[in-house]
């Protein structure tokens, strides 16, 4: 893992991960979230975004990829009401 100037988290990847996918440490702590890939298709890099304010001591250390992808959140529709008037 490294930081960049932005604020993402750069890390090195042995496969390709779907976007959205969650890092975590060896003790399942949350750290980041995938938000795009980068580099070549043999040994990708991902660019994540940080999901605890301590990212720091992260760095150089590796990370694995939670099985179980986050639930989707539907949106709900809401009916507009017709007044009588």
């Known amino acids: 893992m490294h930081l960049a100037n932005s604020g993402r988290v750069i890390v090195r990847l042995s496969t390709s991960l779907p976007y959205g996918q969650i890092l975590c440490d060896e003790k399942s702590v949350k750290v980041a979230k995938v938000t795009e890939m980068i580099g070549p298709v043999t040994k990708p890099y991902a660019s994540a ?29 809401r009916r507009k009401r017709k007044w009588k008037q």
């Open 49 to 77: 975004i940080s999901l605890t304010n301590s990212i720091k001591k992260f760095v150089g250390k590796k990370m694995f990829a939670l099985e179980v992808l986050p639930a989707k959140k539907y949106k709900t529709h």
